[in-house]
């Protein structure tokens, strides 16, 4: 947790970031949340929570105390089980996760019998029909078909974002689902994720600076 307390305290005069925390939560308990947002940053738990309602119920109890902005649960968990952590957690904003920009196709295939975009479009046509999530992470590459079939009423958020100029070593994500901010914008993100092309960067304030430059050039 101290990792992330140090980025917090790097990134904590940047406005407009969302610090994404996964791993490090389920070490140290929620109350990392509030450390992060004593420094006035936003909390993005990417939890993947995938259970069954009434353990998602617990989860959403738990968090609630702890008021994270944003929480990614998986959509294949079922309509049911994320309208209950929905319940439980009326002010946080609940993340649908489709399939993990690191699966290729034949992963896909494998998993679910179908391609990626097929997979893609089902789970969150099932997730919008059934309960009041209407933000979804996805990758960048997939995103115009997702604005293509269900318009501008949902919020998409891309990870897998990378700087044009500069190779992340040993890149385990799907390249042809990895893309720059701004490539990632124009096909219709709402918010992106950006991981190891900051937290690898010598300097990641500096990077984030970037990063939120190349943001504000494509959205002009």
């Known amino acids: 947790m101290d990792q992330v307390r140090d980025l917090a305290h790097q990134l904590s005069e940047l406005k407009g970031i969302c610090l994404k925390v996964n791993s490090a939560l389920r070490a140290n308990h929620y109350e ?23 353990t998602l119920a617990k989860d959403g109890k738990l968090l609630r105390a702890y008021g994270p902005e944003l929480l990614t649960v998986m959509c294949n968990t079922g309509p049911k089980a994320i309208q209950t952590l929905q319940e439980h957690l009326p002010e946080t904003e609940i993340v649908g996760v489709t399939i993990l920009t690191s699966l290729t196709e034949e992963d896909v295939q494998g998993m ?5 975009q097929t997979a893609v479009l089902r789970l969150i046509d099932i997730t919008l029909r059934k309960t009041d999530v209407r933000s979804f992470v996805c990758s960048a590459a997939e995103a115009p078909m997702i604005r293509s079939r269900f318009g501008d009423d949902i919020s998409l958020i ?5 700087f044009a100029d500069v190779s992340v070593q040993n890149d385990d994500q799907n390249q042809k689902r990895v893309m720059t901010a701004t490539r990632a914008i124009q096909n219709g993100a709402t918010r992106i994720v950006v991981g ?8 990641r304030p500096a990077a984030a600076k970037r990063m939120l430059a190349e943001i504000e050039t494509a959205i002009a």
């Open 32 to 54: 990392s949340i509030l450390d992060i947002q004593e420094l006035d940053l936003r909390v993005f738990a990417d939890l993947k929570l995938n259970d069954i309602g009434e």
């Open 158 to 162: 891309t990870p897998g974002i990378r």
């Open 112 to 116: 679910y019998g179908t391609d990626i």
């Open 196 to 203: 190891r092309p900051i937290l690898d960067a010598d300097d």
